[in-house]
């Protein structure tokens, strides 16, 4: 499982492991990294809503929820001021590559 520390917000606030994003975003449950990749067909997360109880990302490609709770168990992960450690899903030896991903405002951790 690869560890890897990036950017909480800003460029490089993505980061690619085998190809599949990761992001840090703030609900008003808190931080966290979450997959930045729909589960239903690959939709952008990143660009999601957060539906009126606060417990699901709704997509904006076809409008399903997804469990807030369900993703932020995927990704194990803490800030510390401008950064964000985490240990992403895969081989450790997986392909890793920091990039820029843009957020919907409910998601945004700003600067
Ligand atoms: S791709 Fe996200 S709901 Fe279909």
């Given at each position: 499982?690869?560890?890897?520390?990036?950017?909480?917000?800003?460029?490089?606030?993505?980061?690619?492991?085998?190809?599949?994003?990761?992001?840090?975003?703030?609900?008003?449950?808190?931080?966290?990294?979450?997959?930045?990749?729909?589960?239903?067909?690959?939709?952008?997360?990143?660009?999601?809503?957060?539906?009126?109880?606060?417990?699901?990302?709704?997509?904006?490609?076809?409008?399903?929820?997804?469990?807030?709770?369900?993703?932020?168990?995927?990704?194990?992960?803490?800030?510390?001021?401008?950064?964000?450690t985490a240990?992403?899903?895969?081989?450790?030896?997986?392909?890793?590559e920091?990039?820029?991903?843009?957020?919907?405002?409910?998601?945004?951790?700003?600067?």
């Amino acid at each position: 499982m690869p560890v890897v520390t990036f950017r909480a917000a800003g460029a490089d606030n993505c980061v690619r492991v085998a190809d599949l994003p990761y992001v840090y975003v703030r609900t008003g449950a808190g931080g966290a990294v979450l997959p930045a990749s729909c589960p239903h067909r690959g939709g952008p997360l990143n660009l999601a809503e957060v539906d009126p109880a606060g417990r699901r990302l709704v997509c904006p490609w076809h409008e399903r929820g997804t469990s807030l709770a369900r993703l932020r168990r995927q990704v194990p992960a803490v800030r510390s001021a401008d950064t964000v450690t985490a240990v992403l899903p895969g081989p450790a030896d997986a392909p890793v590559e920091l990039c820029h991903l843009p957020l919907s405002p409910a998601l945004d951790a700003g600067t």
